[in-house]
């Protein structure tokens, strides 16, 4: 088992930043890549970008590319999804996500993951 926790959500305006954070427990860390989900209201849950388990290979939606920004600390087994200039349709709740991989620099929130957080909740204030 994988246990992921979420934290860091709340409530900003538009135009500003929040980090969040995914801390990862139960098994090797390093040999899963992570991904970050989000799920608005009335929307389906959609993949905003990935960390390869090395961490030296991300990829993001087109949607945040240019704002988010996911990073990983293996010595602290966290996973971290920076957010800038937020926007009232960043509102959702936010997830992160385990998939074991064996190659080092690739990640994709486009297949099966295996182990989820519950999420946290984001909302953006026009």
């Known amino acids: 088992q994988l246990q992921l926790v979420e934290s860091g959500g709340g409530l900003v305006q538009s135009g500003g930043s929040l980090r969040l954070s995914c801390v990862v427990s139960g098994r090797t860390f390093d040999a899963y890549a992570i991904g970050w989900f989000r799920q608005a209201p009335g929307k389906e849950r959609e993949g905003i970008g990935c960390?390869?388990?090395?961490?030296?290979?991300?990829n993001y939606a087109d949607s945040v590319k240019g704002r988010f920004t996911i990073s990983r600390d293996n010595a602290k087994n966290t996973v971290y999804l920076q957010m800038n200039s937020l926007e009232p349709e960043d509102t959702g709740v936010y997830y992160c996500a385990g998939r074991r991989v064996l190659t080092s620099s690739w990640c994709s929130t486009s297949y099966g993951m295996d182990y989820w957080g519950k999420g946290t909740l984001v909302t953006v204030s026009s």
């Open positions: 960390i390869s388990k090395s961490g030296d290979s991300a």
